[in-house]
C-alpha cells in the first residue's frame, strides 16, 4: 500500500539555519505530493504542493521538489524563524482509492 | 460553510460510555476523512467517504468504531464504551474532485476527546 516516511524529530534550529524534513514515498501511479503544517494549537494547513514529476511547490519561503526517480519530496528553507515552529507533515494523494496518506510528522523547534 | 467544521471542539467523558463526534464538511466536497492524532504521534487514518459510501474503513482500530454520512455532507463519527486509549485529536478532512481528480485535502479544527 502507500506509505509516506519522514525524517524524525524534533528538529532543533537556531534562526536563519537552512532546513531540510527528508520525504520519501512508496504509492503506485502517479501521486500528488502534499506538506501540511500544524502550528501550535491550531488545526492542520495546506503549506505547498505539487502535482507531477518536477513540479516545484513554494510557499511562504519554503519549497519542496517531487523527485520521481528518488521518490522524495523534501522540504526546505533558507532561512528559518521562529515563527516557523510547528510540526510539518508530508503527505500523498494517490489515485485508485485516492486516499490522502501521512507521514508521522515532523516537529521543528526554532530557537532565538 | 466556509471551512470544515467540527463539533463539540473538546469531550471529557467517562470510560465506558458512548460518544459521537460531528463533521461538517465544505460546501460541495465529496470526499471526507477522518483522522486520529493521539499525543506526540502522527495522523492514523481511519476512514474514507466518497459521497455516502466507504470505500476504505481500513483504519478503524475496532468495531467499536462506526461512522456514517448522510447526504454527503455531514459525517458523523461514533465511539462506542470508549476506552482510555481513545484519547486522542480526532480530526475532520474534506476535499473536493475536480476533473474526477481528488483536489488537496483541508482540515477541521478537530475535537479533543478525553476518557476519564
Known amino acids: 500500500g502507500d506509505s509516506v516516511t519522514q525524517m524524525e524529530g524534533p528538529v532543533t534550529l537556531s534562526e536563519e539555519a537552512f532546513l531540510t524534513i527528508n520525504c520519501t514515498y512508496t504509492a503506485t501511479g502517479y501521486p500528488s505530493l502534499f506538506w501540511y503544517v500544524q502550528y501550535p494549537g491550531e488545526g492542520l494547513q495546506l503549506l505547498l504542493k505539487a502535482t507531477k514529476a518536477d513540479d516545484k511547490g513554494s510557499n511562504k519561503g519554503f519549497e519542496a521538489t517531487y523527485r520521481k526517480e528518488t521518490t522524495s519530496f523534501h522540504l526546505e528553507k533558507g532561512s528559518v524563524q521562529v515563527s516557523d515552529s510547528a510540526v510539518y507533515f508530508c503527505?500523498?494523494?494517490?489515485?485508485?482509492?485516492?486516499?490522502?496518506?501521512f507521514g508521522t510528522g515532523t516537529k521543528l523547534q526554532v530557537i532565538p | 460553510g466556509a471551512g470544515v467544521s467540527q463539533s463539540p471542539s473538546n469531550k471529557v467523558t467517562e470510560k465506558g460510555k458512548d460518544v459521537e463526534l460531528r463533521c461538517d464538511p465544505i460546501?460541495?466536497?465529496?470526499?471526507l476523512y477522518w483522522y486520529r492524532q493521539s499525543l506526540g504521534q502522527g495522523l492514523e487514518f481511519l476512514i474514507y467517504?466518497?459521497?455516502?459510501?466507504?470505500?476504505?474503513k481500513s483504519g478503524l482500530p475496532s468495531d467499536r468504531f462506526s461512522a456514517e454520512r448522510t447526504g454527503g455532507s455531514v459525517s458523523t463519527l461514533t465511539i462506542q464504551r470508549t476506552q482510555q486509549e481513545d484519547s486522542a485529536v480526532y480530526l475532520c478532512?474534506?476535499?473536493?474532485?475536480?476533473?474526477?481528480?481528488?483536489?488537496?485535502?483541508?482540515f477541521g479544527q478537530g475535537t479533543r476527546l478525553t476518557v476519564v
Open positions: 460546501s460541495g466536497h465529496t470526499a
Open positions: 467517504f466518497q459521497g455516502n459510501s466507504a470505500p476504505d
Open positions: 503527505a500523498l494523494l494517490s489515485g485508485g482509492y485516492q486516499k490522502v496518506t
Open positions: 478532512a474534506s476535499s473536493l474532485i475536480v476533473a474526477r481528480e481528488l483536489t488537496e485535502a483541508f
